[in-house]
């Protein structure tokens, strides 16, 4: 399979955004690929270059708030949900466009897969060799699937090839679709669309996820005590979804234990969940960064 794009679409400026577009550039390095930043600030462009350690120079960015793509996206989703639609769909006209037929495309400033990015680099070409040999034609991590009771297709971590079949189905479509997915949200973004589409059957798409594997999502400030469902650290383990926060803290196990939908592709690669544990304690958090007479006082070992 030749070299693999990464649309790293990004738009926060905030310090866990740094943290997991740090991640995701090293993953992308990890396996080969080519990273392409999906930015419309100058700013935060200019911050990426300036914070984000990069192996080689090969670091492209694109716009998405184009008059064409917000003609595409307001008509397919609500309107609250337009700019975001625009982000999505400049990964698949970029794609057509320069004739990239397979690609990921990462939520990287708000979405962090925890394990070391050489496990994550053999678990993505896993994924992709997987989409090839079965002609799937989008796959996305399970982050609302499951979540939804198998309701609700999702983008954030998700590979796409063929890219050539995927383009009529937004540059032909009407507002009709939305006709069929009426009250089941606040409103309907482009998630939703492609869920109409697994629906109909008119594309093979899928959700995948990884035995044992922690995943973030670090969404609206990363406040996992207030926005308890739109923030969240999870792990999939033996056909169910552990949300930590809701089960241990809050003890909401009707909301902190979800079955896996019965429709995703489950990946296993010897992981265990100490090891996520220990990558959250000494790379995600800041422990291991407290200076010695902080580690002394608060009985710090690491």
Known sequence: MSQ???????????????????????????????????????KLRKQILKRVRFLGNDVQFIRSQTRRLLTISSRLVTPEWRKIAAAHLATFYHASKYHIDHYWNIDADDTMLVSEPEKIAEIMKAVQEDCEERGVQISSLDMWRSRSRGKQWTFGVTYTRNVADVIPYFSNS?????????????????????????DKKMLKIETFYVENLYFIHWCRDGNFLKNVMGTYLCYWCEDKVHFPFLEKIFNLEELGIVPIASDCKKYSFALDLKHGSNMLKEKVSRLPKYCAPLKKLWHISY
Do not use: P, R
């Not at 009407?174 to 697994?198: A, H, P, Q, R």
């Open 174 to 198: 009407t507002d009709e679709w939305k006709n069929d997915y009426k009250g089941v949200d606040c409103g309907l973004n482009l998630d939703w669309f492609i869920t109409s589409l697994l």
């Open 4 to 42: 693999v794009s990464f649309y790293l679409k990004v738009h926060l400026c905030c310090s866990y955004a740094f943290d997991s577009i740090q991640h995701w550039v090293d993953i992308v390095q990890a396996c080969g690929g080519k990273v392409i930043f999906v930015c419309d600030s100058l």
